[in-house]
């Protein structure tokens, strides 16, 4: 009974770095999503993924990439990170009738 | 403005109290409505979820939803020190594709105190 597990549920690196948090769901779900959190902001859309292989912007997109080449795995990379980027991400999936589920979150901290 | 607002608190009551938890928005498309509770350090997980205008009850918890107004409200009964968390009310205007995308409020911190 695994659901949704996000890994690191911790990091620390430096401005510039590439960093990839990862995110693995075993419910088969076609949708997953990728969430910052910040106080005084919310939860804030980065990517969702409506199946393997497609992939869409969300709000706050710009200097993060994502892919999706199995259902399961939806992993999110910071190409070079900036300080700006600290921040507690989460990842979530639905299938297509349902709610979203979320994972426990990587705490990011960016020096 | 922005598309969901919800007051952050904190809001503290008594053990027993009937807490109200309430969120407005703008976007009258919005058809999907849910509420997720958030314990400190770990995810938002899905307390009521409606669809439409109306009421769902589920245990002690209590979901409205009034579309004429914007609002939706969640309400506790007899509430109890482990629902102190934050609640985050979310909505969307469909379920796939963009429009099943959700839009959060920032949070209301509750603490129920013994």
């Known amino acids: 009974d695994a659901g949704i597990t996000q890994s690191p549920r911790y990091k620390i690196t430096e401005t510039g770095r590439q960093v990839t948090l990862m995110c693995h769901q075993t419910?088969?779900?076609?949708?997953m999503f990728w969430y910052r959190q910040d106080l005084g902001h919310g939860l804030r859309l980065i990517y969702y993924?409506?199946?393997?292989?497609?992939?869409d912007k969300g709000e706050v997109s710009d200097g993060y990439v994502v892919s999706r080449s199995k259902t399961e795995n939806f992993p999110l990379t910071l190409e070079s990170a900036t300080r700006s980027q600290t921040s507690v991400y989460f990842c979530a999936s639905k299938d297509a009738t349902g709610p979203q589920h979320f994972g426990d979150g990587t705490r990011l901290s960016i020096l | 403005q922005k598309e969901v607002e919800q007051d952050p608190g904190p809001l503290s009551v008594p053990e027993g109290a009937i807490v109200s938890l309430n969120c407005t928005y703008s976007?009258?498309?919005?058809?999907?409505f849910m509420w997720y509770r958030q314990y400190s350090r770990k995810g938002p997980e899905l307390l009521m979820y409606?669809?439409?205008?109306g009421n769902k009850e589920d245990g002690r918890f209590t979901a409205q939803v009034d579309k004429s107004s914007k609002y939706i409200s969640l309400f506790i009964r007899d509430s109890q020190p482990s629902d102190s968390a934050t609640y985050l009310c979310a909505m969307s205007v469909n379920y796939g594709g963009s429009q099943g995308n959700l839009i959060f409020g920032k949070g209301t911190k509750l603490s129920v105190k013994p």
């Open positions: 976007n009258s498309a919005f058809q999907y």
């Open positions: 409606t669809y439409s205008s």
């Open positions: 993924s409506a199946a393997a292989d497609i992939t």
């Open positions: 419910w088969s779900h076609s949708y």
